[in-house]
């Protein structure tokens, strides 16, 4: 079974199709969320660092919404992305898919919820085993004496029961990410194509053909 296998739209109707290759772009973004085999499961997201720098990371795609163009990423809220997004929303994401020979690049803004209804929605259906991941004692990035999962001691080998997950949850971030600007790139043998949509503040797509 091709466990990256992503829905039915072929070179042929996406290649020199603008609609369509939007449409392409949205299933894979679709697909990446439901399906931890896709290698769109985890884009790199880009923000600004306090010295302007560009900060780049793996992170994990939990949901995409096309009808709002917003995908969902968690993160400890205690990490220098959140504290780089709350400096400066706007982020970048970028996908590719080996297989397709696909690129996605998304200029987007980013809301962080933290502690407010949206993230105990969310917080509540997630498994044990992944609320554990909030349970670490020192903020990521911390400086440690030696090799360390950051988990307390007796965590390490084993999923946390409710009750104690709850205290985690402080530390939850979902980060909805609108997508505001989305760049794409086929690679092709006979000839790549690059295209891009843009979104006005009424949600108003305009798009064109780039050269590669």
Not at 14 to 32: G, I, M, S, V
Not at 40 to 61: C, F, I, K, N, W
Not at 113 to 142: F, K, T
Request: charged fraction near 25%; charge should be negative.
């Amino acid at each position: 079974m091709n466990t990256m296998q992503t829905p039915e739209l072929d070179e042929a109707t996406f290649y020199n199709d603008l609609p369509q290759t939007l449409e392409k772009a949205w299933l894979l973004l679709e697909d990446a969320a439901r399906n931890r085999h896709s290698p769109m499961h985890t884009p790199v997201l880009v923000s600004s660092g306090e010295d302007q720098t560009a900060r780049a990371r793996t992170v994990v795609l939990r949901d995409t919404v096309r009808t709002t163009r917003e995908l969902r990423i968690h993160t400890d809220s205690r990490s220098a992305k959140i504290e780089e997004l709350h400096r400066q929303p706007t982020c970048q994401v970028l996908a590719y898919h080996p297989v397709q020979k696909i690129q996605l690049r998304l200029d987007a803004t980013a809301t962080i919820h933290q502690e407010n209804d949206v993230a105990r929605e969310i917080w509540a259906q997630m498994p044990l085993s992944s609320r554990r991941c909030y349970l670490a004692q020192e903020a990521p990035g911390s400086r440690a004496s030696k090799p360390t999962s950051g988990l307390p001691t007796d965590l390490e080998n084993r999923v946390p029961e409710a009750a104690e997950s709850e205290a985690g949850f402080r530390y939850f971030a979902a980060v909805v990410i609108k997508v505001e600007q989305l760049e794409w790139l086929y690679l092709a043998a006979q000839g790549h194509r690059r295209a891009q949509f843009d979104w006005a503040a009424d949600g108003v797509v305009t798009s064109c053909w780039l050269v590669p």
